[in-house]
């Protein structure tokens, strides 16, 4: 790991111990198995209008490049890969990295797994098309540090996708004492609620770091219909941005 890491080491530590569950819809990570058709819907669509692609053609993310950081299992480098995209999942626990090379290799797929962080990548040299950073930044030491990391990730012109938790007393009553102490969704401290960013903050460490914020939109669970959408006015809880780095 490089000197200048924003790893948590107790944050990492969290998710390695659940590594085993990743791929199991019903086990600890169910809700996000129920938020991935949501998330994928904003991530598609973004990459397809930044990159000028049809989502109708059959592998329409072909030649673009992909880091997805924090990848834990898979759960998103899989669905990129379908769609043609070459991809890289980097994920700082290293017990969740031979989780998703298993599964990627039952699935017929050819994903580039590295249990690495995304100083060490770009300290490295490696560059991308786009940058999938979903619901790690509320779990790294330095996120004005981390950001600009993936920042220098993205090739000019490049789209950095980040979603996160707001944080106010509603998202601390849903992600915290709904998700993890009432409905056992997840472990009790899997989440830090000091942690959160409000999208403002979001927003300001995002041009801090370089990058130019171009659309955010919330991520909304109907407790009736026990599923997900999207929502310009909502962003209350669950919320995802669009970013580009200038040319």
Not at 62 to 76: E, N, S, T, V, Y
Not at 169 to 188: D, Q, T, Y
Request: proline share 7%; net charge negative.
């Amino acid at each position: 790991m490089s000197a200048t890491s924003t790893i948590d080491p107790a944050e990492v530590a969290k998710f390695e111990a659940m590594a085993a569950e990743w791929w199991n819809p019903h086990g600890k990570f169910k809700p996000l198995h129920q938020m991935n058709p949501c998330r994928l819907d904003y991530i598609t669509r973004q990459i397809a209008a930044e990159f000028d692609r049809d989502l109708s053609a059959p592998l329409p993310f072909q030649g673009l490049r992909l880091l997805d950081i924090g990848c834990g299992g898979g759960l998103l480098s899989e669905p990129m890969a379908r769609l043609g995209a070459d991809v890289v999942g980097a994920d700082a626990a290293p017990r969740n990295i031979p989780v998703a090379r298993l599964h990627a290799e039952q699935s017929g797929l050819t994903i580039d797994y590295r249990n690495t962080t995304a100083e060490d990548l770009a300290a490295a040299g490696e560059r991308f098309d786009v940058v999938l950073n979903m619901e790690v930044v509320e779990h790294v030491a330095d996120p004005l540090a981390y950001l600009t990391a993936c920042r220098e990730l993205l090739k000019p012109g490049g789209l950095m996708v980040c979603s996160t938790l707001n944080r106010n007393p509603k998202s601390f009553a849903m992600a915290i004492v709904g998700a993890e102490w009432i409905m056992r969704w997840l472990p009790k401290g899997t989440h830090d609620w000091s942690k959160f960013i409000t999208p403002d903050e979001l927003y300001d460490l995002i041009r801090k770091a370089g990058l130019d914020p171009v659309d955010r939109k919330g991520m909304v669970f109907n407790p009736v219909s026990w599923s997900w959408s999207l929502s310009d006015r909502d962003l209350s809880v669950n919320y995802v941005t669009a970013s580009v780095r200038p040319r």
